[in-house]
């Protein structure tokens, strides 16, 4: 229970981080790709190299129905590295943060986007990233955007080709290609929830500090490298069944309690949990915002089990994975 809240606190606080670099693209593909929009793939490389490369800080909101979180970002960039943190100013007051993050580090998100032997390299897991990156699975359009935080804006709309998945209307500054505000969008053209910068200026000025009750050290990642507590766990399982387009974040072996994936746009994770008693069959399902949390109670090989899949995906997509997970032989 304890993994799957800081992955939902982690996952959350980090957003803007999240969005903004899981997003880059190349221009070649529009040769052999036509429903791919070029300018589209311009803006999105802009933003994504934005998100890495320029010193920013600011107040952001987000919002899920009525619950409006205040928070305070703020992202450094010093030698071949960046810093960020991202601070609760409302609620619990909690905090994220990533010091001395490496800019030529390339996270899984980024290979899916990323065209030729790159791309087939990522999809090496056995998902389908395909020939197009995320064009195979999700529709861009530009149109001119609204004034975000003073900043004049472009709009991208992205829309889902299939049912496992959101869209998103994302705000870009104009002159940086930064990530102003992002709208995630779910069936029937329903606003699931949203995030936007109040306020922003650029530069090394820095923030105010907050006071916080908590805070949360983002690890960076070692492929390979599992986590203490969970060496122990000492059931193999898998997952059998992905929306296409979505890979593993890393080379998790089968002992261990979580996976995540990720299409480059959506992440989320699934966890399995042997119980010491029997619980009562069945499911349940907790939504909020875009994040939903989707939990059954099952046997396996005999034993009373919990599957749990939480992340930015829609009940339907959640609901089939969790039928996937299965023992391995």
Same mark, same amino acid.
């Given at each position: 229970?304890? /993994? ?10 980090? !957003? ?57 970002? !703020?992202?450094? %960039? ?20 990533? %010091?001395?993050? $490496?800019?030529?580090?390339?996270? +899984? ?19 389908? #990233? ?27 709309? %992205? ?5 496992? @998945? ?35 200026? *650029? ?6 500090? #907050? ?9 960076? +990642? ?8 969970? @060496? ?10 992905? $929306? ?6 890393? /080379? /998790? ?15 989320? !994770? ?5 119980? $010491? ?15 939903? /949390? *989707?939990?059954?109670? %099952? ?5 009373? #089990? ?15 994975? #969790? ?7």
């Amino acid at each position: 229970m304890v /993994s799957k809240l800081k992955f939902l606190q982690g996952r959350k606080f980090a !957003s803007a981080f999240a969005v903004a670099t899981l997003l880059s693209a190349g221009y070649a593909v529009a040769d052999t790709c036509p429903e791919i929009n070029p300018e589209a793939l311009k803006w999105l490389d802009k933003m994504s190299r934005s998100a890495h490369e320029v010193n920013y800080q600011g107040v952001v909101t987000f919002q899920r129905g009525d619950d409006m979180q205040v928070m305070q970002i !703020s992202h450094t %960039v010093s030698g071949q590295s960046a810093t960020e943190s991202l601070t609760q100013l409302t609620g619990q007051g909690a905090q994220v943060v990533r %010091v001395e993050h $490496p800019l030529d580090c390339i996270h +899984p998100g980024h290979r899916l986007l990323r065209l030729g032997t790159d791309l087939h390299t990522a999809a090496g897991d056995g998902s389908s #990233a395909g020939t197009c990156g995320l064009s195979e699975h999700y529709r861009f359009s530009v149109t001119e955007g609204e004034r975000v935080a003073g900043r004049k804006a472009v709009r991208i709309v %992205v829309a889902p080709r299939d049912m496992y @998945r959101y869209g998103y209307v994302m705000e870009l500054d104009k002159q940086t290609g930064l990530l102003l505000k992002t709208a995630t969008i779910g069936r029937g053209d329903k606003v699931l929830e949203n995030f936007q910068f109040a306020n922003l200026s *650029y530069g090394e000025g820095g923030s105010q500090t #907050a006071d916080v009750d908590l805070v949360h050290e983002a690890e960076h +990642p070692v492929v390979g490298r599992e986590l203490v507590h969970e @060496r122990s766990y000492s059931v193999d399982w898998g997952v059998g069944w992905l $929306p296409n387009g979505f890979m593993a974040t890393d /080379s /998790s072996s089968g002992g261990e309690r979580r996976r995540t994936y990720t299409d480059g746009l959506a992440v989320f !994770s699934v966890f399995l949990e042997i119980l $010491p008693r029997d619980i009562q069959p069945g499911e349940g399902v907790v939504r909020r915002g875009g994040t939903t /949390s *989707y939990t059954r109670g %099952v046997r396996m090989a005999g034993r009373p #089990a919990l599957i749990t899949v939480i992340g930015e995906v829609p009940v339907n997509t959640a609901r089939m994975v #969790a039928d996937s997970v299965a023992l391995l032989q």
